[in-house]
């Protein structure tokens, strides 16, 4: 059995009711894309560990009912990784969820990276 990544710094799903939209635990989901999105690029990297770096910005948008229909949640992140040649790196950046039509059958959830920076340790 392999254990995941070290995760830290995020805050708590149960403080961040707004992101039920993610699931129940916002975190793993986050760490399952981020990670599938580093494999495409490499098929050999490994992430190791996973630091959120402050608070998330959520942007809610609701609807003339009061109802969120809309929901951008942006991640300052840093992550470290072993590349499939065994070097280690730091990429610094953000990773955003954007939901669209939330609560709807036409609901739609996209995320993207921005890398800032990265550095090998």
Do not use: K
């Not at 392999?2 to 995760?7: D, F, K, R, S, V």
């Not at 981020?34 to 630091?51: C, E, N, P, W, Y």
């Not at 949640?73 to 610094?92: S, T």
């Amino acid at each position: 059995m392999t254990a995941g990544p070290e995760l830290y710094g995020f805050p708590p799903p149960e403080t961040l009711p707004d992101l039920r939209w993610l699931g129940p635990n916002y975190v793993s989901v986050l760490v399952y894309d981020l990670t599938r999105g580093l494999l495409r690029q490499d098929a050999r990297t490994t992430v190791i560990g996973v630091r959120c770096e402050g608070e998330p910005d959520l942007r809610p948008s609701v609807d003339p009912a009061g109802v969120i229909r809309a929901h951008d949640a942006c991640f300052p992140l840093q992550i470290f990784v072993r590349d499939g040649a065994g070097r280690g790196w730091r990429l610094r950046g953000r990773w955003t969820y954007s939901g669209r039509d939330l609560g709807t059958t036409a609901a739609t959830i996209t995320h993207f990276w921005q890398l800032l920076s990265a550095e090998g340790v």
